[in-house]
């Protein structure tokens, strides 16, 4: 619990000490919200900040505690119904938007299943037989802060008087860059290189193909794409896909989520927008029509992994703290907001799921969505590494989703 509110990015740091920060953060999250906070849920891709917090434990209770504890018993019976989140081999569950109704169990009652469930993970952390589990599920938790963090902005977002969960934070200096980084191409080598902990999905390593090609050194802002919108960029059919085109007449978009005037909404309420920020809560869609009027395209997600894999996974602005979050600027090409690639999400040559209910953790997705690569400021530091793969449907836009360009060399 000592590392909670200072940054943190698992090196050097054992199994033990990575399981209980992780935990920590999570709470210390959800401690600048009520139990009305906690409970909203403002659309089905979003979960409640009740949830996040116990369906994660409920991972731990059932993954670890269930299966690798001979003598553990189930804090309630009546949690794995209301706490699982789409495992099929974990049998029935309550309907993914239902679970803003869950007025019961309270935001109290929560936090003493986790620390129940914490108290009684202390026996396994130490256990070589669990290690790789336990890895997984520390993953699984940064991933639910993320989300945390996002879905409880859609959801205050609502609110008329535009609260925000935290007080106004200063901006932190700018670090921008202009130009492009090249590659010759070539033979890259894609995938998990043997680490120490990765997810499914970004394996097995392979060899891919590149011609040569060019990244942007910084990820587009909001000035650049206020001079998208002047110029048009809403309302010219020529520079969208189809789809995106009928996304945007349907919905009515004629900015990025977030937006109004000259204002952004944000963790501590209605901010005014930086124009040298990065520009964050686009879609797919938006990511390629901008790049279209800006005369590039999208990366694919190998030309981005080759680019980025000897860059350090852990620079540029990422979660360290329970403290206001805003994309900043930065010359690394991790942090600020989740990259859109062109790449479909699909599994790579010779892909097996592993087996067991966890199998179900990625493998089932790779339809319909595509990759991004990267951090987010909602990203927990040493989350992330080059071989990550994000993944979204393209309409989506209420996770920090973000543009790098790409251009053919």
């Given at each position: 619990m000592e590392h909670a509110h200072r940054p943190f990015d698992g090196a050097d740091y054992t199994l033990a000490e990575r399981f209980r920060h992780a935990r920590a953060l999570s709470e210390a999250l959800a401690a600048h919200l009520s139990d009305a906070d906690a409970t909203i849920q403002s659309m089905e891709d979003a979960s409640p900040t009740k949830w996040h917090l116990a369906h994660t434990t409920w991972f731990w209770e059932t993954f670890l505690l269930r299966d690798r504890s001979n003598d553990f018993r189930l804090h309630d019976e009546r949690f794995p119904f209301l706490f699982n989140s789409y495992y099929e081999a974990e049998g029935q569950r309550i309907g993914r938007f239902s679970r803003g109704m869950l007025s019961r169990p309270t935001l109290?009652?929560?936090?003493?299943?986790?620390?129940?469930?914490?108290?009684?993970?202390?026996?396994?952390?130490?256990?070589?037989?669990?290690?790789?589990?336990?890895?997984?599920?520390?993953?699984?938790?940064?991933?639910h802060q993320e989300l945390l963090l996002t879905d409880i902005k859609h959801a205050l977002f609502q609110n008329p008087l535009g609260p925000g969960m935290f007080d106004h934070a200063a901006h932190a200096s700018q670090d921008t860059a202009t130009g492009w980084l090249e590659h010759?191409?070539?033979?890259?080598?894609?995938?998990h290189n043997g680490a120490?902990?990765?997810?499914?999905?970004?394996?097995?390593?392979?060899?891919?193909?590149?011609?040569p090609f060019a990244l942007s050194r910084s990820l587009v802002s909001n000035g650049e794409w206020a001079e998208f919108i002047a110029d048009g960029g809403y309302r010219t059919p020529s520079l969208w896909l189809s789809d995106g085109w009928a996304w945007v007449q349907a919905e009515g978009i004629v900015a990025p989520l977030y937006w109004h005037d000259d204002d952004q909404f944000t963790h501590a309420g209605w901010e005014s927008r930086v124009p040298h920020a990065p520009v964050t809560h686009i879609s797919y869609y938006e990511a390629d029509a901008f790049a279209a009027w800006a005369g590039h395209r999208l990366p694919t997600e190998f030309e981005w992994e080759a680019l980025a894999s000897q860059a350090d996974p852990s620079g540029g602005d990422q979660l360290d703290q329970a403290a206001a979050i805003m994309p900043r600027a930065t010359t690394s090409l991790f942090g600020s907001g989740w990259q859109w690639t062109r790449s479909a999400y699909l599994p790579y040559p010779r892909f097996?799921?592993?087996?067991?209910?966890?199998?179900?953790?990625?493998?089932?997705?790779?339809?319909?969505?595509?990759?991004?690569?990267?951090?987010?400021?909602?990203?927990?530091?040493?989350?992330?590494r080059a071989s990550y793969r994000n993944f979204f449907h393209p309409h989506q836009r209420w996770q920090f989703t973000a543009l790098r360009l790409a251009k053919d060399t």
């Open positions: 109290e009652e929560v936090i003493s299943y986790r620390h129940a469930i914490d108290q009684a993970m202390e026996v396994l952390l130490d256990r070589e037989d669990c290690s790789e589990l336990i890895s997984l599920g520390i993953a699984h938790e940064q991933q010759p191409g070539g033979i890259a080598m894609i995938g120490p902990f990765a997810f499914d999905n970004e394996g097995p390593r392979h060899r891919v193909l590149l011609e097996k799921p592993v087996a067991g209910a966890v199998g179900e953790y990625n493998g089932k997705f790779m339809s319909g969505q595509f990759v991004l690569k990267g951090a987010s400021c909602a990203t927990a530091r040493g989350h992330s």
